[in-house]
């Protein structure tokens, strides 16, 4: 017989964490056929000799729900091989909502304020051409795309859609309310919806200062929801949460996990050193959990929690400055001509920066120590003596001084690390511990979101490219845990048990990739979104081909053009055909 595809002599990471090995996986429509010694011929042969052949990465946590609508690549996801999205996390989403003006606007906003995604590219995106959850994902499936989608019900929309005011003011949901908010879930769930996702984090403040709706659910309300998940068989329950009481927190997690048989994920991340304790006992609480027949699946990102800063970005420490303001509003070019204006420059370095009362914005502006600058080869783990405030002390300057004078660098394209939070032991020992916990999974990309401040959707790139192959300070990753850890593991905490694996039967996403060459690209501030909406992008290097569904749809990192990309329609049984 002749295959559609034969990719040969590669380096194979199969995503189940099984040792590499050399030899060739042949692919016949749009599902891996062979994997091993494949001496039948391709219509088309791809030599991977020397390189990596894995399965494609899959992402759980993006905020991709509005460019999903008009964006066909989906970058940055695509652009860094990842070959399946999962959208609508942290309670955020577009669906359902009320086919008014006033009530797109208010996603709209919340979404601008909490994920960082400029407003006036939501309303120059997004069509509106639906109402409910279901008409939503029907938009999605018309939408061509190059890689897959799936979409979680979002607990703010569905709040404001019953409940209008009083649920955007986080009023008490009514048994009434709950029964209608369940329904709609339930709704979305026949639909294919993957999940439903809320968020309980004071961080996630909409302009007036205010938490998103849903923030303060009871019990009530997050268990009669979740309740439809058990009741129908069907889908994952995904939040954030600030875990101030954790213990209780995780305690209605496990009681639902156990009484739905579904699994709940969450947000795992510290943001003092004090807590990293309550990280460590949260751990083995899920490990006991589980053991009762809970599924309690922390989600955990590759970096700290992370803010770029950058002149043209969302924040960088002159931005409250008074002598900054009637800057912010100009055009690049031309603000960085001011900028340069020994005048201006005095200026602003000669203000006591203003104290606003809020716990991230203040140490914008001050923490010198905890700046970085990202150089042409970019590190994610700089030392203590890599910061501001050090290069500034050796040099005999003000931080202030060379933060600004770096700021402006490469026509003032320079930008600083600013790890917010997990980042107090100066490396990434801790992080790298949680993503090792048995219970864990890589996540927290972010992609689509945060679009000022930072590009996480690189994370793929980061795991392989520093945590197994260039980390000097400290352990690293096995090649096969870390290609597991966003293939099958991510895969399988979704119900995607169709991918995430290279074994004969599952859907045919692969990344051929060049492990010697692989790297990451400085990040920079792009102005490529709808109406020149402005975002952090970062692309990288050494991906010789990212396939899905057995086509092309990425070649030495340019677009094929080819769109395969499918709405996945809840979670896929594993096929028949390699059924264990």
Known sequence: MEYDLVIRNGRIVDGTGAAAFTGDVAVQGGRIASVGRVTAQGRREIDAAGKLVTPGWVDVHTHLDGQATWDSLLMPASNHGVTTVVMGNCGVGFAPCQPTAEAHDALIAVMEDVEDIPGTALHEGISWSWESFPQYLDTLERMPHAIDVAAQVAHCAVRTYVMGERGARNEPATPEDIARMAAIVREGLEAGAIGFSTSRTQLHRTRDGEVMPGTYADEAELLGIGKVLGETGKGVYQLVSDWDEWEKEMDWMKRLSISTGRPVGFVLFYRADEEWERVQRQLEYVRQANAEGAQLVPHVGAR??????????????????????????????????????????????????????????????????????????????????????????????SPAELAYDRLLENDGKRMFYF?????????????????????????????????????????????????????????????????????????????????GALKPGLKADI??????????????????????????????????????????????????????????????????????
């Open 419 to 499: 790890p917010v939070f997990g980042y107090q032991t100066h490396d990434l020992s801790r992080q790298l511990a949680m993503l090792q916990d048995p219970s864990a999974i890589l996540s927290l990309s972010d992609a689509g979101a945060h679009c000022g401040v930072l590009c996480d959707a690189s994370m793929p790139t980061f795991m392989l490219s520093y945590f197994v192959r260039d980390r000097e300070r400290g352990e690293r990753l096995a090649l096969e845990r870390a290609v597991h850890l966003q293939t099958q593991k991510t895969a399988r905490s979704v119900g995607l048990l169709d991918r």
């Open 511 to 580: 990344n051929i990739i060049d492990f010697d060459t692989l790297r990451l690209h400085t990040p920079e501030v792009v102005y490529d979104l709808p109406a020149g909406g402005r975002r952090v992008f970062q692309t990288a290097e050494g991906y010789v081909a990212t396939i899905v569904s057995g086509e092309p749809v990425y070649e030495n990192g340019t677009p094929t053009g080819a769109m395969p990309g499918r709405l996945v329609r809840g979670s896929q049984p594993e096929p028949v055909s390699h059924a264990a």
């Open 304 to 397: 700290p929690v992370t803010i770029l800063m950058a002149i043209d970005g969302t924040a960088h420490p002159f931005m409250f400055h008074q002598n900054f303001q009637p800057l912010a509003a100009l055009p690049a070019a031309e603000r960085l001509a001011k900028l340069r204006d020994p005048a201006v420059r005095a200026a602003i370095l000669a203000e006591t920066p203003p104290v606003l009362g809020h716990p991230i914005a203040d140490r914008l502006a001050v923490e010198f120590d905890n700046m970085y600058p990202l150089e042409d080869d970019p590190s994610y783990e700089p030392r203590a003596e890599d910061s501001i405030a050090a290069q500034a002390a050796r040099l005999g300057v």
